[in-house]
């Protein structure tokens, strides 16, 4: 079964800039679009990033995201990061039978 | 205004049926399918399945084929998951969420609803 690999953890002060990785576990990641969702305590998720590196509007562009074939992954970067940019953050794509998976999170601290 | 809204939260014994439903409205209901993730207390997201509304057309995540059942009523432009005897382990909430072909992505969400198993 296909899967998608996040860290469980990441952390960073206000105004830097952190990256999130998610590793897929077999095939190229490149063949299916990636997305970004983000949640935030006791709410639904939204999305941040969609087809790899598109923000739906109304995300800021300090938000953006991109796919590194060499590493088979996908990476959201948050940059001028904000106490509320804290969440927690899935990436999410498709396996060969067009089932969308989800990786298992990760959550974003800005201390 | 698009809005996917879902049914309350409900309490169930073990072995019990369930169906929660998620109401879309300020779209073509036909024209997007309607995806079920799970999010169990403090755990991620899962994916459990599709269904395309128009032709009742479903695909399930393997995790969860032959233990649940998507279905939808155009007519009513709802959509419903449907469980015939609950378990402790299905104590989760559970969000709809809308996409198409040419939308890669869950543009809209519901506001989930929790189900909770418990003797």
């Known amino acids: 079964n296909f899967m998608l690999t996040q860290p469980h953890s990441v952390s960073e002060s206000p105004g830097k800039t952190v990256t999130i990785s998610c590793t897929g576990s077999?095939?190229?990641?490149?063949?299916?679009?990636v997305q970004w969702y983000q949640q935030r305590p006791g709410s639904a998720p939204t999305t941040v990033i969609y087809?790899?590196?598109?923000?739906p509007s109304g995300v800021p562009d300090r938000f953006s995201g991109s796919i590194d074939s060499s590493s088979n992954s996908a990476s959201l970067t948050i940059s001028g990061l904000k106490t509320e940019d804290e969440a927690d953050y899935y990436c999410q794509s498709y396996d060969s039978s067009n089932r969308e998976v989800f990786g298992g999170g990760t959550k974003l601290t800005v201390l | 205004e698009v809005q996917l809204v879902q049914s309350g939260a409900e309490v169930k014994k073990p072995g019990e049926s369930l169906r929660i439903s998620c109401k879309g409205s300020g779209y073509s209901f036909t024209s997007y399918w309607i995806s079920w993730v799970r999010q169990m207390p403090g755990k991620g997201l899962e994916w459990m399945g599709r269904i395309d509304p128009s032709d009742s057309y479903t695909n399930y995540s393997p995790s969860f084929q032959g233990h649940v059942t998507i279905s939808a009523d155009k007519s009513i432009s709802t959509a419903y998951l449907q469980w015939s005897s609950l378990k402790a382990s299905d104590t989760a909430m559970y969000y709809c969420a809308r996409r198409s072909v040419d939308i890669t992505y869950f543009d809209y969400w519901g506001q989930g609803t929790l189900v909770t198993v418990s003797s």
């Open positions: 087809e790899d590196n598109q923000r």
């Open positions: 077999s095939g190229s990641i490149a063949s299916n679009y």
